[in-house]
Nanobody, 116 residues
Framework: QVQLVESGGGLVQAGGSLRLSCAAS????????MAWYRQAPGKQRELVAG???????NYADSVKGRFTISRDNANNTVYLQMSSLKPEDTAVYYC??????????WGQGTQVTVSS
């Protein structure tokens, strides 16, 4: 099993920046991909950004050019650097991982609130 713990959420003004962190523990050798999802009130959870074990990244169109996902394999941590934040980025952000044997694990989520 893999345990994920997010940190770094908070309240920020529009145009500001935040960096989210997700620390993985447990069966970290089994981690294949890591990703950030978000869920706003009344909306479905959506993929924000993902990164493979080789560092290949993908982003939702809505965050391209503003968010950057990165991975520190030595410390088993994935980051989401968020810049030029907009009120519509307000959501609970979840860290997620898929293992090589196709199991999915989720963190508990961290709230990001962007004020206008």
């Amino acid at each position: 099993q893999v345990q994920l713990v997010e940190s770094g959420g908070g309240l920020v003004q529009a145009g500001g920046s935040l960096r989210l962190s997700c620390a993985a523990s447990g069966s970290i050798f089994s981690i294949k991909t890591m990703a950030w999802y978000r869920q706003a009130p009344g909306k479905q959870r959506e993929l924000v950004a993902g990164i493979t074990s080789r560092g290949t990244t993908n982003y939702a169109d809505s965050v391209k050019g503003r968010f950057t996902i990165s991975r520190d394999n030595a410390n088993n941590t994935v980051y989401l650097q968020m810049s030029s934040l907009k009120p519509e980025d307000t959501a609970v952000y979840y860290c997620q991982t898929t293992t090589w044997d196709s199991n999915d694990y989720w963190g508990q989520g961290t709230q990001v609130t962007v004020s206008s």
